[in-house]
């Protein structure tokens, strides 16, 4: 029987014969070639083909790929810290040219709401009507309030003046007058900073209200007008107060009418009204 060539291709048309396997010794002592002991024939003559085994080259496969990642990041670690570090630009930069011409001009009060709120607070009060005069003592000087002034005129200035520190009180500015010998009239304007709260809109939340009568001022937010219940004492002349309050930005707006008689609700709602115009 001849021996295969192990670079012949088998009968029938398959592909390449496997490996040649070392030749196996019958029993009767006859030498079989190692072809024939590792492809066995058929009995019409064909050759069968053994089992490929599967799943190796994928594994080489695999293994050669990560191994080239391996190397590869390992060899572009090395060269670049081989590598001069590239320096960083400085920070100062050269100066630019300023542009030539006229600038733009500054916004006006009108367009710019900052322009009037950070100016001077006074010339934002509503001016003191005719006909009534000022009393006798006004809290702060010349129309500005500091905090402990401030403070001062609310119940428990102590704590007052804890919550105005917290608050991020910056300012205030404040005008009153009389109406007759009975009825007063006070107005403040508290300005904030309102770097980390929003103390004008707190402020005006802030306020007691209970046993009131309340309406909203037309054109704000969360302005709010307020008529108290009267308060009556013994061997004492009735008291009737109202109040109004409304945040716009950083200053907040506060009204107070105290009288011996009834306050009507269109007195305190007008004063509200023209002073938010104002701001």
Do not use: H
């Not at 709120?117 to 010349?142: C, H, Q, S, Y």
């Not at 219940?229 to 109004?244: C, I, N, S, T």
């Amino acid at each position: 029987m001849p021996v295969a060539d192990s670079g012949t291709a088998a009968p029938g048309g398959a592909g390449p014969s496997a490996p040649a396997r070392p030749a196996v010794v019958p029993a009767d002592g006859s030498a079989v070639p190692a072809g024939d002991s590792a492809v066995p024939a058929e009995p019409d003559g064909t050759t069968v083909q053994p089992a490929r085994r599967r799943g190796r080259t994928a594994l080489l496969v695999a293994t050669a790929a990560v191994l080239g990642l391996v190397a590869g990041t390992c060899a572009g670690y090395l060269v670049q810290a081989d590598r001069e570090p590239t320096k960083l630009p400085p920070l100062s930069q050269p100066v630019v040219a300023q542009a030539k011409g006229e600038g733009p001009e500054p916004l006006s009060a009108a367009q710019d709401r900052r322009v009037k709120t950070d100016g001077d607070l006074r010339k934002l009060l509503i001016k003191r009507p005719k006909g009534t005069k000022a009393p006798d003592w006004e809290p702060g000087e010349d129309g500005w309030l500091n905090m402990a002034d401030y403070a001062d005129q609310l119940e428990d200035s102590d704590r007052e003046f804890g919550d105005l520190v917290k608050s991020e009180y910056r300012r205030a500015a404040g005008t009153s007058w009389l109406v007759g010998s009975d009825q007063s009239v006070e107005i403040r304007l508290v300005q904030y900073r309102q770097e980390e709260s929003l103390g004008a809109s707190d402020r005006v939340a802030w306020w007691d209200t209970d046993d009131t009568s309340s309406w909203p001022i037309p054109g704000t937010g969360d302005g709010m007008v307020y008529l108290f219940k009267v308060e009556r004492k013994a061997g004492y002349l009735p008291l009737y107060k109202a109040q109004a309050s409304a945040s716009r930005g950083d200053i907040a707006m506060e009204i107070w009418i105290y009288d011996t008689k009834p306050i009507p609700k269109s007195k305190i709602m007008d004063l509200a009204k023209r002073q938010m115009e104002r701001l």
